[in-house]
Structure formats: C-alpha cells, structure tokens
C-alpha cells in the first residue's frame, strides 16, 4: 500500500511538472554583436475570443511578464467574441511595460479590432482586415439602445487611453463601432479615391490593410497601420534587424480546452475531493477514499494551471498538505492535529489557485478584492456540494457496503454492525478488565475489537494500535471500552 500512494503522489508530480511549462518554439536568430537578445514573446489570439483561448492569452502575458520580456507579439486571426473578456484581453495586455505589437492576419473583426487597437503597433498581412466592432447581444442581435448608449460610451473612452503614437487611432476605432459617427481627420470628412466617405454615417468601419495604411493629414501619417508584411518572421526580422532576438511562441495546451469544458463543475470535484478525504482520514488504513480525493483535487489543480492560475505555492501547499494526513495515517494515528492543518493546508492552496494573481515587472502583486469573488464562489460550492454528497450517500448507499467497499484492508474479522455494543450500562454483560482480544480496526484513537466473539466500541489509551493487534481492556468510558496493545 505504501508503494501505491507513493506512486499516486509521483503520478500527480508528474502531472503537475508536465503542466509547469506549456509547450513553445524558439528559435535565435544569430548574435551579429555583443548586444543581448532582444526577448520576444508570441502570443496567438485565433478563433473565438472565448474562455479557452483567453486562458492561452493570460498564460502568454504572464510568461512575458516573469520572463521580463522586451517585446509582446499578438498574432491574431479572429472574428470577435465576448465584451467582457475583451477588456481583460485589454487589462492584461496593459499589465506588460514593453514594446507591444499586433499581426493581423488576416482578420481582425469586432472585437479583435480592439485588442490589435490596444497594442502600440498594429501590422498587417497583405489580406489583412479590421474593424466591424459594433457590440451585439450574444445571438447576434442588437442591444437596447440605453445600453449601446453606455456601452458605446464607455469603449469611446477607452479607445482613448491606448496608443498615442497614432494622432487617429481612437477615432478610427470609433468609426469600427459607432454607426452613427463620421470619419474625420484634421476637421474633414475622410473620403476614398472616388471621393466618397471612408466611413459614411449608417455603417461600420471595416479596413483593409491597404487602406489601414494609407497616408493622412499633415504631415503624413499612416491613418492606422504601423506596416504590411508577409508573415510574421518577416515582421520580426524587418522590426528588429540587426538586433539578436529571442523568439519564443506560445503554443496551446491540451488541458486548455478541457479547461474551458471542465470549469463549471470545479466545485464538484472540490467538494467530492475534500469529502473523500475526510473519509478517509475517519476510516482505518489508506484505500480508495484517500486515492481518489487526492485524484479529484489534482484533477482541479491541472485544471487551474491550465486556465493559468495554480502555480507552484499551489501545488507544493497542497503537497505538504496530503503529507501531514499520511503522517496521521501511518505515524500518529489518533493525534488529529497532523490531519487537522493538512486539510486547513490543502484548503489554503485551493483557494490560492482560485486566485488570478499578476506579478508585475517591479516584483510586487497586483491585487483587488475582485480576486476573491471566484474562490469565495468556489469555496461556498464546494461545501454544498459536500453537503449534498454526504446526504445522498447516507440516504442512498448501505453503512456496511460503503464502509467495505471504499477502505482497502486486510480481512482479520468481519464488523457486524448489529454486533458492536457500547459501553453504555455498567449493567450490560461486558468484558471485565485485563480482558484481551483482537482489533478489528485502526484506532484513531476509536475502533473496533472482538473479545470472545463479541465486537465492542473501544477507545485506545495510548499508542497506535493497527488492525490485526492483539489487545487488552484496561478500563471503561461511557459508549466504549479502554483498551491497549497488548
């Protein structure tokens, strides 16, 4: 058995390792001088702006951020997603202090419009698109009016505080959401070759990379692209010749997706976790409850760090956690104290993981009071469902079955529960002190002992006594026996 939980912990170790660090690509391009690499990191924004890619996207900046990368790429081919986790798209990409760039290529539609808006260099690929950043309610239809109204509002403000460097960016921006709003520069109304407005009032703005870098007013100035190129290792070689860099590309992970699928039920397998544990710590030996409850939680764990939250303070509190239960199991049955701060360590790192900590460049952690809705959430869940289990097993599953089945031990005596007697009545026919038998049990420090062929609730008095130990009454308690090892 021992053997086995170790295996279970190296399993989880390895899962967790294997989780450390997402798959990348790097690649040097070779050092013409002593000047040090340039640290680049690409971030892919592709398909739906939906929880799982947001979770590659948190993951990449904060790998930039520990990594104190120089340079943040967005590689982004997107058609939009959801307005709420656009601005964390937007919050996040603020975090990071360097040089930001977007490659559309080659769309960057509704809300991609923003997040490449966002960044202080906007490039394209030759079929490069952007704009169409009208805000619609979730099945495609327009929102009420009074709403659009903020909304339309609030984002004009926010186009605002991005990139200075281009004198029109946030009136472009506005164009690609506001069907109401003219395209101006420099006080006239911007119109194509044909003489006819860009953006004419009624519709939205959508530009192609042509177009996002055709010159305007004076001086000249490109109305909102930075650059077209081919591809993006042409971009980077173009931006940063003769500058050694360092490229490193965020790939997907395959836990990511499973993430996006598994995060409603976190509190289920939290709360099924901690009520298997508890089990295990009330029930003799280490079997199945055990096993499975420290599965359950490494299962959140891996998908915590997949949706780039658990880190490694998590994981190892978790650990040092599992270790003092397996201490009361196996080294001080019956202390409690070991099993009480092992599961107040395990609880500790559940709700550290649940938090979305940011360590910014100057090493200090952002943090607001925001943070802890989720785990808060999480924690409130997990004792519901908790609640809930330990009501439907105690309804539904026999005592004896559930008892054998879910705890691995060795027979040495069979527990019939109709004949366990307490020692509720001196009166009552027990056994008289000095009297021996076997423990059915472990004793924590309660158990089981059969004294010639009758089972008794006992207490031990001191020392650990296991399953299969032979014992001796020394005294008597209301609703036990007292017995030691003989």
Known sequence: MKKAIFCLVALFLGLIAALADAPTSTALVPEESRQPAKKIVVIPVHGEINNANWYIFRRGVKKALADNADVLILDINTPGGELSLTLDYIDALQKFPGETLAFVNPDAISAGAYISGATQKVFFSPTGKIGAAAVVTGDGTDVDKTMKMKIDSY????????????????????????????????????????????????????LTAEEAMRPVGVPATPLFGAGICDNLDTLIAEQFAGTPVSVEKIEPLGLERFAQLASPFLPILLGLGMLLIFIEIKSPGFGVPGISGIALIGLYFAVQHAAGLAGYEGVLLFLAGIALILAEVFLAPGVFIFAVIGLACIIGSIFWSGIDFWKLPDGSYEFDWEMLSSPLEHMGLTVVTIFVATLLAWKLLPAKWFRDKIVLQNKVGEIEDSRVQGARSRNENLPESGATGTALTDFRPLGIVEIDKRQFEASAESGAIQRGDTIIVVGFRDFELIVRKN
Do not use: C, H, Q, W
């Open 155 to 206: 984002l004009a403000a926010l186009t605002k505080t991005f990139s200075k460097e281009n004198p029109y960016r946030a009136d472009v921006l506005r164009a690609m959401f506001d069907a109401d709003y003219v395209l101006k520069i420099d006080g006239e109304i911007l119109k194509d070759r044909n003489g006819d407005p860009v953006k004419p009032a009624g519709a939205l703005l959508t």
